[in-house]
């Protein structure tokens, strides 16, 4: 009997949402158990069926996630055969010759620099320069794509007459005595890992101690006008 009950109810309201059939209200009977009457669950349904079809589309590869992982990019750690202050000078270019700051180098931007580094290129050649170290294939320079550029040239692996190898000779950024290290024994990686810690200490030194002198000669600047203004008081 509650099955039939349960049966012809679906029946109903299937007709009213296809519009075969007008609502009608009745009057809800008062519960005594103390539960309430619960609303129509078909809003909520509706968004767990959406879910469900989303899930299946990620797991069978169709959709995408909406919050992708961001890999984190450090260029001191990731590019160890430049000093500190080469990755800063060439981060200082890039951002110089990004017109649009929007962190990235694109075609035209591309044009400008090397027409101020005075070897202006083709629409081709400047395809050609961006194309060699262009990982995600994006049509643009990243600052990671940049520093490849100079790491290239550093290897000895970018022809002299090639567009990168004219901009990274024309820079004004000197990679040559660095170069990239290989070592040929684990003795000679482990010296020679020790040596570019040793070093990148010493530079991160250096930078502090240039901090500290500027900020003392900002108060010893500061103090000499407080005395000059005294004296006209």
Known sequence: MATDELSSKLSRRLQIEEGAEDPIAVDVPEQHNGSEVKPSTANADSELGAKLVRRGELNEGQGQHGQ??????????????????????????????????????????????????????THIGLKNMIKEVD?????????????????KAAAG???????????????????????????????????????????????????QEAKKKQAEEQKQRRAAFKELQSAFK
Do not use: C, H
């Open 157 to 207: 692996e970018l022809a002299e007459d090639s567009g990168l190898g004219v901009l990274a000779r024309l820079s004004e950024i000197d990679v040559s005595t660095e170069g990239v290290k290989g070592a040929k024994t684990f003795f000679e990686a482990k010296v020679q890992a020790i040596n570019e810690s040793s070093r990148f200490e010493a530079e991160i030194r250096q930078e």
């Open 68 to 121: 992708p992982i961001m890999k984190v990019f450090n260029p001191y750690t990731e590019f160890k055969e430049f000093s500190r202050k080469q990755i800063k000078d060439m981060e200082v270019m890039f951002k110089t010759y990004d017109a649009g700051k929007d962190n990235y180098i694109d075609l035209m931007e591309l044009k400008l620099m090397m027409e101020k580094l005075g070897a202006p290129q």
């Open 135 to 151: 990982e995600d294939l994006d049509n643009k320079l990243s600052f990671r794509e940049f520093l490849l550029i100079f790491r």
